[in-house]
């Protein structure tokens, strides 16, 4: 369906879950923060970061450790509490609080009751009246109790980790789980009130074939996932230490990814899911993400594609992330200094930036070309994009008309390098980032 040009995927870039991304952030002091909570304008999102799983996974780069020593837990609980007092008492009265996403991690490293006591907290403290709740779970530690526990709060989002069916695959990355552990998860979802349930899957992974990826697809779309986000696994053992746990030796070359992501992509659209971006899918008419997408108020933040169109959000626990139009900060990652920080009552951002207007500009390009795939460009950006651009155009990959930037059908695989070139930062950075397949 794609055709595949090794020139134009060999430099990796950025996910752009915000822009500038967070490798461009810089020391930046609470001060800064503490005024953007205070002179806040318009509705805000909630996100709570619970860096801890019963079990780590060895392909993971997320902010997470083990969560075997309760105290731990009750210490970063505890401190997690005093930041939303602090945060929730800078914002001006009446601040409208839309959604609130619990992520990790796994939200159900902690005890249920925690999880409830949060909610509460976050109810008192922040005057919520009636928001969309989202979490991300664990079904290798998912319990009745959880499940009773988000039908009390009222969640009706909930996104389950599953990466593959396949047995081999799941040992090779550290993450056993069996479908009928994954099938049991899924019906206590279903009974406790939860309409929008995605699957995370992966393609590339070590010792993982096409008929691997099918079948996974395949059990995915029977169970009912309402939404299905498919992620290619970015082996970086140099930037993620726990990947040095896998095998490389069967990892897919780029070849196949790029096969098995246009596979997956096929398979999708063809069984009843709207594609939302390139590596995300829901079923229209069922799910909001897939009325988003069909109705060009698809956004992108730190969450990935969201319906979201609150202009602020508000990121608490070690290593969250708070956006506002003019300013993206992020909390101490550490949990150790983040507890310490956060339980004196003190703010706990340590790094960030400001936007500039030109910053603004750039990051509105680039999320129109992610979530929409066209994007109005100014002539002085354009020109400045044009001598890298002609690769793509040359190639039919994108079509510029007037002010008009287009990805066209084909050149979908290569969105974010496409919207990496209005990029300036790529071109002071040698970070390395994933590949855009």
Not at 286 to 304: E, M, T
């Amino acid at each position: 369906m794609w055709t595949y040009y090794p020139d134009l995927l060999a430099t990796p870039v950025p996910r752009y879950t915000s822009f500038p991304t967070a490798a461009d952030f810089g020391e930046m002091p609470s001060d800064d923060y503490r005024r953007a909570l205070s002179n806040v304008s318009g509705a805000v999102s909630l996100y709570l970061h619970i860096p801890f799983c019963e079990k780590i996974c060895y392909y993971c780069g997320c902010n997470t450790g083990a969560a075997g020593r309760r105290y731990r837990l009750e210490s970063y609980l505890d401190a997690l509490h005093r930041e939303i007092e602090s945060v929730a008492a800078l914002l001006p009265a009446g601040t409208e609080i839309s959604r609130v996403s619990l992520g990790g991690g796994s939200p159900n490293a902690i005890a249920p009751t925690d999880f409830v006591r949060l909610v509460d907290a976050l109810t008192i403290q922040f005057g919520l009246t009636d928001p969309v709740y989202s979490i991300e779970l664990d079904p290798r530690t998912m319990t009745r109790d959880w499940a009773e526990a988000l039908r009390l709060v009222g969640v009706d989002r909930a996104s389950l980790g599953v990466q593959t069916f396949a047995r081999h695959c799941q040992e090779r990355i550290g993450r056993v789980q069996s479908e009928d552990m994954i099938l049991q998860t899924t019906d206590w979802l279903r009974e406790a009130g939860v309409t929008s349930l995605n699957y995370d899957l992966m393609y590339g992974l070590p010792g993982q074939t096409r008929d691997d990826l099918h079948d996974s697809l395949s059990r995915t779309r029977v169970l009912g996932a309402d939404r299905i986000a498919l992620f290619g696994y970015a082996h970086v053992p140099h930037i993620v230490p726990r990947q040095r746990a896998i095998d490389a030796t069967g990892l897919p070359d780029q070849v196949e990814r790029f096969a098995m992501a246009a596979e997956g992509y096929a398979y999708l659209v063809t069984h009843g899911y709207t594609p939302v971006g390139f590596d995300h899918f829901a079923i229209p008419g069922k799910d909001a993400l897939a009325s988003a997408a069909l109705s060009g108020q698809l956004k992108r933040n730190f969450q990935g594609f969201t319906d979201d169109q609150a202009p602020n959000l508000i990121g608490l626990g070690a290593s969250a992330i708070s956006a506002f139009p003019h300013l993206i900060v992020q909390n101490e990652k550490n949990s150790g200094r983040y507890r310490m920080r956060a339980s004196a009552g003190n703010l706990a951002t340590e790094r960030g930036l400001f936007r500039s207007v030109d910053d603004r500009l750039r990051g509105e390009i680039i999320e129109a070309l992610l979530c929409r795939g066209e994007a109005k460009v100014e002539p002085r950006l354009l020109a400045e994009a044009q001598p890298h651009l002609e690769r793509f155009v040359d190639r039919g990959l994108a079509a510029v008309c007037g002010s008009s930037l287009q990805i066209c059908p084909d050149g979908l695989p290569y969105a974010r390098t496409i919207a990496s070139l209005f990029d300036p930062y790529r071109r002071q950075s040698s970070r390395r980032f994933s590949s855009a397949v």
